[in-house]
């Protein structure tokens, strides 16, 4: 079993930064022996919910959709199990709630399909005002 729990959400002023946090933890969880693709996504209200960025534990390569890139920074620290999501300059259209997902393997073309992910957190809201 793989626990996520992020964490970092609030609302700020366009313009503005947050870091989302996502803690990992269980007993199916270990990057000593296994890679994992470590995803965030996000949901607007009455919107599909799509991948933001992505990073891969074996290479630290990180991914991002079209939309965020140069304003958000996909990290992780090893040795806290944790995958932050720095977002910069955002935007009202940023605004949504942000989940952090899992999947064995590394993350390749698939990162962005939120189909091919078995674990999610619970979500932490974002919202950016104008």
């Known amino acids: 079993q793989v626990h996520l729990m992020e964490s970092g959400g609030g609302s700020v002023q366009a313009g503005g930064s947050l870091r989302l946090s996502c803690a990992a933890s269980g007993h199916g969880y270990s990057t000593y022996n296994s890679a994992y693709c470590m995803a965030w996504f996000r949901q607007a209200s009455g919107e599909e919910r799509e991948g933001v960025a992505a990073?891969?534990?074996?290479?630290?390569?990180?991914y991002y959709a079209d939309s965020v890139k140069g304003r958000f920074t996909i990290s992780r620290d090893s040795s806290k199990n944790t995958v932050y999501l720095q977002m910069s300059t955002l935007r009202a259209e940023d605004t949504a709630m942000y989940y952090c997902?899992?999947?064995?393997?590394?993350?390749?073309?698939?990162?962005?399909?939120?189909?091919?992910?078995?674990?999610w957190g619970q979500g932490t809201q974002v919202t950016v005002s104008s």
């Open positions: 990073v891969s534990t074996g290479t630290n390569y990180p």
């Open positions: 997902a899992a999947v064995s393997g590394i993350c390749g073309s698939r990162w962005p399909d939120r189909a091919v992910y078995n674990h």
